[in-house]
């Protein structure tokens, strides 16, 4: 009850089955004092094939979801995958679907009310999208069904989502046909009869962007951090953070100020295309991303947005991590385990290989 009063009900009842290997205290000081994380790689069968780059994924329940990407020759991909991390040897399975979207790349993919998948924007075989498909997974034939909403925002790719609530999509920035950054955000319910666009009106928006990263904490707080965003005239890579409170009668974007503590190495290098994970108890790691320079790509960022002076610190996690990537996609899994798949190291495409940062004591449990 501790637990749930303070991450949630969601929360709790994503962690609940690591809860029967390890216990509420265990559990909930490992992911306070992150004693037991660690790195470690994951030899998984199958494949994604064709072969791809900027898809993107996302995690249902504890199952690997993955959609879309570019293909040889710039080819807009629109077939779906699935890996069961529930399975004794997990293997990729292509989805066999009645329908699918147009293909695409550089779009975002989320999951909703914990079986749905939603496909939004990126770029297709006629330019720029601002579409919207979902598919039920745990339908007995899974059929991607487009949503005819109302009030679109504009055609798009390279912008961030994330959900809250459960059932609400968010989207932000990202970039036009025209290569114009934005810096609007979109909120869409797909729970009611007739599903409408609403523009998160304010009186103030951090620099137009892409690449950047969304994360939730605390029901419907959102923590943006990267990016390429426009700096006057120029385009330059980010290390801004801000906050906003979508639950607020009036949300406004917040900036974050940065104290350096003796953990802390100062702000994250600037970057885009990075990953971000909320953490259930609030906090968030940043990790890789395109960084200019000879900063370490596998170094570990946290921050905690709800402190009065944010810290930002950096994590030693031993173990195997990734390689230098960028363009890599993130999904947690039942609270505590955060997968990393894909991802550019300059020289090739980066496809198989699946890193996992634990979060709690994983050789206690059967995963």
Known sequence: MVCQNAWGREVTSALEPMTKKLGWGRLARELTTLEAVCWRKLTVGGAVEPSRC??????????????????????????????????????????????????????????????????????????????????????????????????????RSWHSS??????????SGGCTDAGVLLSDMFLLDLMTEEPVWREVSMLWAPPSRLGHSLSVYGGAKIFMFGGLAMSGHLQLRSAESYTINLQDEKPKWTQIGYGVGSQSGGVPPPRLDHVAVSMPCGRIIIFGGSIAGLNSPSQ?????????????????????????????????????????????????????????LCLASWQDSDI
């Open 300 to 356: 570990l960022f946290l921050i905690d947005p709800c402190e009065e002076k944010p810290l930002w610190r950096t994590l030693s996690v031993p173990g195997w991590p990734p390689k230098l990537a960028w363009g890599h996609s993130t999904c947690v899994v039942g609270g505590t385990r955060v997968l990393v798949l894909g991802g550019h190291t300059g020289e090739e495409w980066i496809l198989n290989e699946l890193h996992e």
């Open 162 to 171: 994330c959900t809250v609530e459960g059932s609400k999509l968010v989207i």
């Open 54 to 155: 900027n898809y993107s994924a996302c995690a249902v329940g504890n199952r690997l979801v993955l959609f879309g990407g570019e293909g040889v020759n710039m080819q807009p991909m629109n077939d779906t995958f699935v890996l069961n991390l529930d399975d004794k040897n997990p293997v990729w399975c292509r989805v066999s679907v009645n329908s699918s979207p147009p293909g695409r790349w550089g779009h975002t993919l989320s999951c909703l009310n914990r079986s749905w998948l939603v496909v939004f924007g990126g770029c297709g075989r006629q330019g720029l999208l601002n579409d919207v498909f979902v598919l039920d997974l745990d339908a007995k034939q899974p059929t991607w069904k487009e949503v005819l909403v109302r009030a679109p925002p504009l055609p």
